[in-house]
């Protein structure tokens, strides 16, 4: 192996980042070591890249950011039974601790003490990186291995779309970007009766009206619109926050997110006259949501393809960002 | 029968109410008419006492108002196989249509046309009433006649406690008014590990410890506080919704019950890393509550004489909402 | 309109039926009277013909048989302001009463004091039927008139599916008769993740895989079967029953449909080791799993014509029933 | 610490059991030693003393028996956080694996490659034990000793009345072993608005209602019976089933706890008919179940020493399983 491999680093509390060559980690005990195959581009990775007051509270630099990823494994440092050298790996980003009064109550996506793989710690935005033992989800070799690295965002969508519950009802994806796109294709898939997507920009409502969403709107019109089910907030900003409110129909649900960066306003009230729910995901089920996105991919059910819409070198990070902050992109894979 | 009955009437959109002498209602077609026996008030009655913006939106003056209420039927005026002349009644307060999308999914308390007894049309503060037979509930002989009147915020609490799901949990009622005491009765009985209430008001705070409550507290203070299972925001006030945020636990669940004046807000980013889930309730469902509801009663589990702590004839209607506004008290009972 | 018209009746308490002409039925009061346009053969019509233990406790001779019928309103004698003449409507079969505690609680479907239409009461197996208002469904003009008349059994495999809850599961469904292939279709739009159909006929396992079951099994064979999520018995028979206990995995679910004529027996401590849960589904949830039957239609997602194998004119029942009896088909429609 | 330790075995496959001297144990890698406090009997030691066939596809010879107990940690042999020497522990029966698909969908408690302890390997009754560190529960001190024995079959109580759903519900616990008395007690914290009872041992009912049931039956009387919206099968017999079918109302649940050494024959029919839910309980969620039943002992809400009726020392076993199996007792508590 290599001594020293080229790497993505944030390296200081500040906008940016550094693409340099570092030294290869050695494996810590509990961990395994992987050659990186690929790793893609999350909205998150804006946000550390910008340098934004939810990541200042959570990074500290320097670490090798990144989280969606796909590798080969190398080297095992402790006791794995389902794991072995050779097989293709990705990370699940949240790091629980097994033993936290959530952990123990199996919640263990929303550990108290979470940590994160690529932005409280080192991540896999480079050539090779290292994953805890127990966060480390061994693929079906059926699934491409393109799509192996955009599993771990593909679960979040699953997991909104399997809380919502969508079988037979209209659905409102507000926010098209990649996690939005698959959210509206699991639904498909899960049965909705109608997905209905909302952007600002038309590259994006065009993408998703070629992967399947029934239609797409700019802005709120409300004779377009009629009312929906479940409304999926998936924008990260407040000002859509209203809008779903009058959006979902009465005894209707919203899920919530997109976390945005300044606080929410609307009307409580308009909560209680609907009698509305509002369910919040933070990450995948561990692992039953890994389980259900495994399966949509292996039986072809859902296909990533159609929202790759970029490729780029690692050495390339810096125009990959660049693409990625137009909004004139579905997903964004690296190859080291 | 008299020809006239003395009655409370919002008679013009304006601050204040009229207590004077009006003709007795004839008994509409598919409604019975009552002779009301107590009555008792809601903090509704309040808003619609003030003119709130809320209440403009709804009531259309002059309406004898009053929703809650306990009568005996002299007159029914349609087919009712479930009631007969003499039956103890009370009134459910959503009127709903039977025929809108709501309805016919068995969400009739939601009602997409629903009309409010008491404020949408007349109600119950008066002698006489009529009530829509499909509204009416035939009460228990077991329950007390001043209980019966005081049912219908009972099936509020209910409502919120059920939804809540409080068995082994820790509840934080939010707001000590008689919704709130009786759902901190209705916690307790419905095995709550600790129900902890919250408010300003020192009078109100040892209601609730005399009544069952485990603690109270006057305002939020870490350190004493803990976290909780469930918020039940039961105020009204939008500066306890980011309190509520605070103060449930990871994965825990707030229950949406009062209505706001102005608009709230919050970081909404709090609820996707806590993974909360927001659930809101509007009245009663019909009639699973009121069925709960009359269960706890009959059996003794809630006993609602320890919150009744005025009593006041119908003529002294104003000063009845002095000691309302005073919040110097639990549930006012109204005799005509 | 004609004085008399041909019907199918239970004239007596013994197998078989009599087709011949009786007086068009005045329209009682809560009814309307509808010119059938196309009904059709249900399993439970079967049982009606032949007389077995469980319709005889139900059926007292002499009825009008017949209860999947569509047909278009010619009088509406009561309040029905959701239809007018000219409606094309469909019945639902359960009759209740909307005073039980059952009907309280939004039961419906399930009332105590049901009454069947077609078995319990006259149906529509004739050329002029009279339906109650409170049981009328009205049609969206975009479904195909055939459709209409099998939305009632499509309804039941849609409740089937929807408490199954299928999304991403795989599905094992015992009996492939009309109701096990519709509940095979939608477990494939709902977005099960393989749907597997086990029936003895040959002609039923080539329909089931022609309209999109990913395979089909003659008898348990462990090696060919694996385990499902959910296993919905739907033959009616005993002898799956144990066969649905070993094919569902642990914690998985049984959803009970078919009717056995013998008592079950089989190993209860299956249940508690595999910790099964079994829920049971009795007709459709009243209206919930009629608007979402009507959804299916309406959007194609469900193309009930693929089940569509047979059609007879009215006065050709006997041989009909023939068919029926014989395995040998799908879903059989009559026209009067 | 000795090196001889009183212990009571299951030395070959046949009827009874040997209490003997036998080598303290060492303490495996994985597992904690401890001296253990009490122990009680459970149900699952009859069968074993009876040598069951469900015992005996589980239990391969010689083994130490008993699996409900509370021990003092000597020593600790690998990682454990959370536990020190001297702490106070209980043990989990069921020893999972961690890495099966059960497991690994937060279902650790019917782990796919389920051990027990104390009758899939040795268990605590004896003067010495080791306890796997993950299914070791650390006791809150300020629960009675002997209470912390019983927190096992507790915990089976709470997990059935949990899924129950028991909050203003009538509730009929067939079997009035412990669990079904814990049972009853749970369901009475948890707000049921009746708890009957059902056994035929007049010893029993006596003891269940000077605990709080509401009342008890020996036998079946529809009359005196009325109906219950959830019936908990606790006997272990099949004779209770069809009782459990007609019990139960439209709608309602039966809980299936007990695991009988006969087929269960009924009629299927009627779970369709009246649309009834089954549900099973294999042991505790690992670790809600705890947590809340800790809550209970804790708050003082359910006090076990009602249900101790017995104590015995460990070298009076055969006289401890002679009272237990004469069915005059509650709980039986052992004393090394």
Redesign the interface.
Known sequence: MAETMLAVLKESGAPGVVVKKIPVPQTPKGEVKVKVIYASICGTDVGIYDWTP?IAAKLKPPIVIGHEVVGEILEINGEA??LKKGDLVSSETHIFDN?C??C?????H?C?NVQFFGYGRNGGFSEYATIPIHTTWKNDSRISKEAMSVQEPLGNS?NVI?KAG???KKILIMGLGPTGLCAGMVAK???A??VVGLNRSEYRRNLAEKIGFDRTVQAVDEKEFGTFDVVCEMTGN?DT?PVALDAVR??GKII?????KK???????T????????????GR?I??TW??TS??LI?G?VDLTKIITHRFKLSEFEEAMKVMKSGECGKIILTP
């Open positions: 939810w039974p389902h033993t009064y959530q123990r109550i199996n919640n263990r929303i108290e699953v399997t969508v079988a037979g898939v899960y049965g009766s109608e407040v926050i009465i005894a919530a997110f997109g976390t945005p606080p929410a306003q609307f009307n409580w009230g909560l209680i006259d609907k009698e509305i729910t509002i369910e919040s995901i933070f089920r692992w039953e389980y259900q399966d949509l039986t059910k």
